[in-house]
Nanobody, 124 residues
Framework: QVQLVESGGGLVQAGGSLRLSCAASGRTLSTYAMGWFRQAPGKEREFVAA????????IYAESVKGRFTISRDNAKNTVYLQMNSLNPEDTAVYYC?????????????????WGQGTQVTVSS
């Protein structure tokens, strides 16, 4: 089992940047494919980005493609989400998740472990 803790959220103006981190403990992160999801108030949770175990393959939601970058440092047991050109529509709680079967997927029910989330607020 792995425990995930997100950090790096906060308040930023439109056009700004944030980098989220997801630190893992309990098991080595290289065992898992990893994903980032977000949930805005009153909306369902949605996929943001995912990365395979080695970091060689990534996928993104269309809404963040070209603005967000997912990466990982397995030596540090950490996954990152670099978010640039933020806009108010990006405001949400952001969650990282680990997928035991090592599949890079947009489907949230395939992820086995979840962090507690970190709030990102983008002001206009």
């Amino acid at each position: 089992q792995v425990q995930l803790v997100e950090s790096g959220g906060g308040l930023v103006q439109a056009g700004g940047s944030l980098r989220l981190s997801c630190a893992a403990s309990g098991r080595t992160l290289s065992t898992y494919a990893m994903g980032w999801f977000r949930q805005a108030p009153g909306k369902e949770r949605e996929f943001v980005a995912a990365i395979n175990r080695s970091g060689s393959s990534t996928i993104y939601a269309e809404s963040v493609k070209g603005r967000f970058t997912i990466s990982r440092d397995n030596a540090k047991n950490t996954v990152y989400l670099q978010m640039n050109s933020l806009n108010p529509e990006d405001t949400a709680v952001y969650y990282c998740a680990a997928e035991s079967a090592s599949r890079v997927t947009m489907i949230d029910r395939r992820y086995d472990y979840w962090g507690q989330g970190t709030q990102v607020t983008v002001s206009s």
